[in-house]
């Protein structure tokens, strides 16, 4: 069986800002607000929701958090070669 998982992120361009938003969300701001607010990815309009997806069609180090880290936290700075983000794993299966 393929594993499948489903998750939101943040994209931004430096670990700072990365970290500031971290901040915002742990002190009960919503993830889905800031990422319409800050995401450099076309995701933000959805609140950062890509969806349900399996390993290998993202890229090695968010699969890696997506498919090893806790789910329903927010897992982050994570540095891709698109910048950096935040990455909340909603379900896996």
């Not at 699969?63 to 896996?92: A, C, M, W």
């Amino acid at each position: 069986m393929t594993k499948k998982a489903s998750a939101r992120h943040i994209l931004v361009d430096s670990k700072e800002k990365c970290e500031e938003i971290k901040t915002q969300i742990e002190g009960g701001s919503e993830f889905a607000d800031l990422a319409k607010e800050h995401s450099q990815c076309p995701s933000g309009k959805q609140g950062g929701d890509l969806g349900e997806f399996s390993p290998g069609q993202m890229v090695p180090e968010f699969d890696q958090v997506v498919f090893q880290e806790e789910i329903n936290k927010v897992h982050g700075p994570v540095q891709t070669e698109f910048g950096y983000h935040l990455i909340e794993i909603t379900s896996r299966s």
